[in-house]
């Protein structure tokens, strides 16, 4: 069974900086068949909400509040993808998560790891 384990998070003062991040793990054929993986968070009492994505060939995206501060990466040989998070604000605080999502679906290749909390403090 492959599970997703986030690591990483943990208290920051805003303006700091964390490095998250998630290995597939168990069996799998490996991250790289998975074109987009992407990362997540959900604050608390919110929906859970897409943060960043990236492609098997480096491309990625951002939501508008976090573009230019996060940068996703992956290691396709590692099984591991990574969120590099800089200048972090309060309204970051948040469990991250990561998954590969199905194009069109709606849904993921993946059930949910456990993700990883992180908290800014202001």
């Known amino acids: 069974q492959v599970q997703l384990v986030e690591s990483g998070g943990g208290l920051v003062q805003a303006g700091g900086s964390l490095r998250l991040s998630c290995v597939a793990s168990?069996?799998?054929?490996?991250?790289?068949?998975?074109?987009?993986m992407a990362w997540y968070r959900q604050a608390p009492g919110k929906q859970r909400e897409l943060v960043a994505t990236?492609?098997?060939?480096?491309?990625?995206e951002y939501r508008d509040s976090v573009k230019g501060r996060f940068t996703a990466s992956r290691d396709n040989a590692k099984n591991s993808v990574f969120l590099q998070m800089d200048s972090l604000k309060a309204e970051d605080t948040a469990v991250y998560f990561c998954?590969?999502?199905?194009?069109?679906?709606?849904?993921?290749?993946?059930?949910w790891g456990q993700g990883t909390q992180v908290t800014v403090s202001s």
């Open positions: 998954n590969a999502p199905i194009s069109n679906s709606g849904d993921y290749y993946f059930n």
């Open positions: 168990g069996s799998i054929l490996g991250l790289a068949s998975f074109n987009v």
């Open positions: 990236i492609a098997n060939g480096g491309s990625t």
